[in-house]
């Protein structure tokens, strides 16, 4: 099939070459040779074009944004609108350079007043190549609402401060109102214009435009409006501190945890802040405390975020509060009981003779169980285990509560005497 297409191709190339040579030669004389000459050029050169890349045919992969045109004066289109698909016709080796600019689609919304309406979309492409098959969806949904425009004062927020050692005044805005226009129901929604200021590398003056965002008062923005202008002057004095240095952190710990606990740690982060001021206040100072944290009555650590507390006529450079973290544990203690001991399997019809009366048990634990700890809660054993009459040595056992644990018998070995009991026989 190459082949005969090469062939074709070639012999085709020669009549023509021969064509346009007598098309030359004879131009004046014989139009309608010159005529058949250039046919037969174009007819080719489509034919060879078509071959070598063919046309290919599908769903352009990318969506097409859609814009509206001729809006009356005061009419505002609510946006932005639904995108569309192409079904498209374009040569092979076109595909790969297409994009979504590559199209303009767009809906004529002249004339158009009711809150909403159903409209064909137009769409052209950019390159005469590529034809347009189908357009998917081809008819869309326009939302519209009566214009307006209303004056908002610009405020700026400053996202971060300059850095350490430095401080900004109040910044100067120009202008302090601007116009915002579009959809009624959109406009009506900015309360402000907001220029969003990052001053975390400032360290000179700064005089720059900022662009502005529409904003509720709870800082939403409001997207499908227009700013007029749309940018802000801002001049911000930024001032170096030469007198600022970095003190150590102590927390302002007040008040006793619950009985049985006690402050076993205090953690302060950042453990240093810097703080700026006039040189005579910050010569009297080796560390800076912390608002009041109340301990009173906790059972379990605890973290809070406190503000630093300042003399007056200092501030802080980077940050004014801290977070503290109070580890309360409970307090550890011990306690003594002379306890009677208990005899455990002894047999029936003998008789037990100790040479001690009491044993002395020590035991330690959390200061709450120490509280909750009495007699009736501790148990001293002398296991017999069924031994018949003579003396014998036994290891006293101490049975305690769960959180409670045994330091120290004492004695450690009780001596046992078992005799007949009066009247066994």
């Known amino acids: 099939m190459a082949?005969?297409?090469?062939?074709?191709?070639?012999?085709?190339?020669?009549?023509?070459?021969?064509?346009?040579?007598?098309?030359?030669?004879?131009?004046?004389?014989?139009?309608?040779?010159?005529?058949?000459?250039?046919?037969?050029?174009?007819?080719?050169?489509?034919?060879?074009?078509?071959?070598?890349?063919?046309?290919?045919t599908g769903v352009f992969p990318i969506r097409i944004p859609v814009r509206a045109v001729n809006a009356a004066p005061d009419v505002e289109v609510l946006g932005p609108l639904e995108t569309v698909l192409l079904r498209i016709t374009a040569p092979t080796d076109q595909w790969a350079d297409l994009s979504d600019r590559s199209f303009q689609a767009i809906v004529d919304v002249s004339n158009h007043r009711e809150s909403e309406a159903t409209l064909p979309v137009q769409v052209e492409a950019a390159d005469s190549?590529?034809?347009?098959?189908?357009?998917?969806?081809?008819?869309?949904?326009?939302?519209?609402?009566?214009?307006k425009s209303q004056r908002?004062?610009?405020?700026?927020?400053?996202?971060?401060?300059?850095?350490?050692?430095?401080?900004?005044?109040?910044?100067k805005i120009d202008?302090?109102?601007?116009?915002?226009?579009?959809?009624?129901?959109?406009?009506?929604l900015v309360?402000?214009?907001v220029a969003d200021v990052d001053l975390s590398a400032a360290r000179s003056n700064v005089r720059q435009s900022f662009t502005l965002a529409a904003r509720t008062s709870r800082g939403t923005d409001i997207t499908g409006v227009r700013i007029e202008p749309a940018n802000v002057q801002l001049d911000i004095a930024i001032t170096r501190h030469i007198d600022y240095v970095?003190?150590?952190?102590?927390?302002?710990?007040?008040?006793?945890?619950?009985a049985g606990y006690w402050v076993?740690?205090?953690?302060?982060?950042?453990?240093?802040?810097?703080?700026?001021?006039?040189?005579?206040?910050?010569?009297?100072?080796?560390?800076?405390?912390?608002q009041v944290f109340d301990v009173t009555n906790l059972t379990v650590t605890t973290a809070r975020t406190i503000a630093v507390d300042l003399p007056q006529g200092l501030s802080t450079v980077d940050r004014s509060t801290v977070l503290v973290e109070i580890t309360i544990q409970p307090i550890q203690g011990t306690a003594v009981f002379n306890?009677?001991?208990?005899?455990?399997?002894?047999?029936?019809?003998?008789?037990?003779d100790l040479n001690v009366s009491h044993i002395e048990v020590t035991v330690k634990g959390d200061g709450p169980a120490l509280q909750d700890l009495t007699l009736d809660k501790i148990q001293v054993a002398l296991p017999i285990n069924g031994r018949g009459l003579g003396v014998f040595t036994v290891e006293p056992q101490v049975t305690a509560p769960a959180g409670i644990t045994v330091v120290r018998i004492t004695p450690a070995r009780v001596q046992i005497t078992l005799t007949a009991a009066s009247g066994a026989r």
Do not use: C
């Not at 004062?153 to 900004?168: C, D, E, I």
């Not at 202008?175 to 009624?184: C, K, L, Q, R």
């Not at 950042?270 to 912390?290: F, R, W, Y």
């Open 264 to 290: 076993s740690k205090v953690r302060v982060e950042p453990p240093v802040v810097a703080a700026a001021g006039p040189q005579d206040v910050l010569a009297t100072l080796s560390s800076l405390k912390t």
């Open 339 to 352: 306890l009677a001991p208990r005899l455990v399997g002894a047999a029936t019809g003998l008789s037990a």
């Open 3 to 56: 082949k005969h297409l090469g062939e074709f191709l070639s012999q085709a190339a020669r009549f023509t070459a021969y064509v346009a040579s007598s098309f030359v030669g004879s131009l004046r004389g014989n139009a309608s040779m010159a005529l058949l000459a250039l046919a037969l050029s174009t007819t080719l050169w489509m034919f060879i074009t078509t071959e070598q890349n063919p046309p290919r």
């Open 129 to 147: 190549r590529v034809r347009i098959l189908d357009v998917i969806p081809g008819d869309i949904r326009v939302q519209f609402d009566a214009a």
């Open 152 to 171: 908002v004062p610009v405020k700026v927020n400053v996202l971060r401060a300059p850095p350490a050692g430095f401080s900004y005044e109040d910044p």
């Open 246 to 258: 970095s003190l150590a952190v102590v927390p302002d710990v007040r008040g006793n945890p619950a």
């Open 175 to 188: 202008p302090v109102m601007v116009t915002i226009h579009g959809p009624e129901r959109l406009v009506s």
């Open 191 to 193: 309360d402000t214009a």
